[in-house]
């Protein structure tokens, strides 16, 4: 790379409502979150080149609060590109209908890519409509082997919602990340591939994890944090936002979490019964 480093913003879970909508499942002003989030970005004087917002940008998936986000960014003042995600939360239709410049054709992933100051970022849709964690749908595994080999002098960054899952055996947390085989199809794909780093989001946690030689960067969010102290005997979600601003220097990528002010006390109790329940009867229905 050209440069000493590349300076670049990771942001997560975002989980915007339309204003005025009522939504007893958002644990703080998820808009409010946002604004201070680029409000923080806006004092850094070694500015990023591009801004990543992986998934759950919207807690219901409705156009209007895709273009409540949009008219967040915009009202920011900020002149970086900003490379959208899209996560269980998300509907592709909503984003569509907001965001018709990026995405027009709802009935397939939401996947792109392009090249930032020497970077090749790859975006991918993990989502899968009525699903809480990750898989990939006919062909995206084709068109992510595609664009891999685009641009082979230049490294990758890869984003997801979904991370890919570390313990292949954890049949039962395939619900927190990519499910076993399209965690097993991406280590296949990028296999002899320069990916520098994966940034994803969904599990609501500051989360760093070293997946076959490759950073796996996950961020706590903009709506509330996992308890992780409490695990497993508690799913608690916490007063915790923030971001991570991160350099890709050429020796590798580090990443510098930032955390809002927060008090850590506990803003829901999740049943973890209810969510086991919800995915075997997802399951039993595709079977």
């Known amino acids: 790379m050209a440069q000493r480093h590349l300076t670049f913003i990771h942001m997560t879970d975002l989980h915007v409502n339309a204003s005025g909508v009522e939504d007893d499942m958002l644990f703080n002003d998820t808009r409010e979150t946002l604004e201070r989030t680029l409000e923080e970005i ?25 273009r409540t986000v949009a008219e967040i960014f915009a009202a920011s003042g900020l002149d970086i590109p900003v490379l959208f995600a899209l996560g269980n939360h998300d509907k592709r239709e909503g984003f569509a209908a907001a965001f018709p410049e990026l995405y027009t054709d709802a009935s397939q992933p939401f996947d792109h890519d392009r090249v930032i100051d020497g970077l090749h970022l790859i975006t991918l849709d993990s989502s899968v409509p009525n699903e809480i964690g990750g898989y990939w749908e006919a062909g995206q595994i084709d068109w992510l082997k595609d664009r891999l080999a685009a641009h082979p002098d230049l490294p990758k960054l890869l984003v997801m919602h979904h991370a890919p899952m570390i313990d292949l055996t954890a049949s039962d947390m395939e619900w927190e990340s990519l499910s076993a085989v399209a965690t097993e ?72 979490f930032v955390a809002h002010p927060q008090t850590r006390e506990v803003r829901h109790r999740l049943d973890m019964q209810l969510i086991l329940d919800h995915i075997a009867a997802a399951k039993t229905a595709a079977e």
């Open 42 to 66: 806006g004092r850094m004087d070694d500015a990023p080149a591009f801004i990543v917002a992986s998934g759950d940008l919207t807690n219901r998936g409705d156009p209007e609060a895709y």
């Open 185 to 256: 199809e991406l280590r296949t794909a990028i296999a002899g591939h320069d990916v520098v780093g994966i940034l994803s989001g969904h599990v609501h946690m500051d989360r760093v994890a070293q997946w076959h030689g490759v950073p796996v960067i996950i961020g706590t969010g903009h709506h509330a944090g996992t308890d992780v102290v409490a695990l497993p005997g508690a799913f608690n979600m916490l007063d915790a936002t923030g971001f991570a601003v991160c350099q890709l220097f050429p020796a590798g990528l580090t990443t510098t």
